[in-house]
């Protein structure tokens, strides 16, 4: 099945504590990028990826890392989280073409306490 | 600015009844334009996209959408809502010409559907 798979679904964690959220797509797709949404606010870019070890700062990558070693794989990582990144993060993936729509992960609420 | 405006943040029709949900958006030229549907508890999922052509698209699940130039709108509609419609639906645009593969959403529209 073609997927965007995110893991974990649930985190809680505590403030400056590094963590890792895993990203992987099985559909050969060349963009990939990560999205945070808060109520209110929408769906924001943290970061993208237009191939491997392509990436680029979205519109909110403060506090956020990302690497692109592989075309599947793209985690979003918090190197010292802080209680504003509190939110429910998506990863996405598409063809290299605008025209083509995202292919959206099932979210990962993320808590930082 | 770049913006997406959807005017309604919460809405609740009848079961069988039609549905409109508005969607306005602020660029620079005509971009591609997408309506997104996100069920409790899941990620989004297409639901239908514009990028030239015809300007009414017909999506998944019997929904379609009419892109008006001139309003600078994107409005979805459905002749007959199901229970199991109840969503929110998020309006987003792309640029034609942009490496940056970047999204603009709305702040979404919840759609309660009653009984």
Redesign the interface.
């Known amino acids: 099945e073609a997927q965007v798979t995110q893991n974990p679904r649930y985190l809680i964690t505590v403030t400056g504590k590094k963590l890792t959220v895993t990203c992987s797509q099985n559909m050969n797709h060349e963009y990939m990028s990560w999205y945070r949404q808060d109520p209110g606010l929408g769906l924001r870019q943290i970061y993208y990826s237009m191939n491997v070890e392509v990436t680029d700062k979205g519109d909110v990558p403060e506090g956020y890392k990302v690497s692109r070693k592989e075309k599947r794989n793209f985690p979003l990582i918090l190197e010292s989280p802080s209680p504003n990144q509190t939110s429910l993060y998506f990863c996405a993936s598409r063809l290299a073409g605008a025209n083509y729509g995202y292919t959206f992960g099932s979210g990962t609420r993320l808590t930082v306490v | 600015a770049q913006s ?1 405006t959807q005017p309604d943040i919460h809405i609740t029709v009848s079961e069988g009844a039609s549905l409109e949900l508005r969607c306005n958006y602020s660029y620079g030229a005509t971009p ?1 334009l ?1 309506w ?1 549907v996100q069920s409790p ?6 639901l239908l ?1 514009y ?1 030239s052509g015809d300007t009414l698209v017909q999506g998944i699940k019997g929904f379609e959408a009419e892109f008006k130039r001139s309003q600078s709108s994107f409005n979805l509609r459905k002749p007959s809502v199901h229970w199991s419609d109840a969503a929110e639906y ?1 309006c ?1 645009v ?10 603009i ?4 529209t919840t759609l309660q559907v009653k009984p």
């Open positions: 997406v591609y997408f997104y508890g899941q990620g989004l999922q297409l996209k990028f998020f987003a792309g640029a034609r010409s942009s490496n940056t593969g970047k999204l959403f709305g702040q979404g």
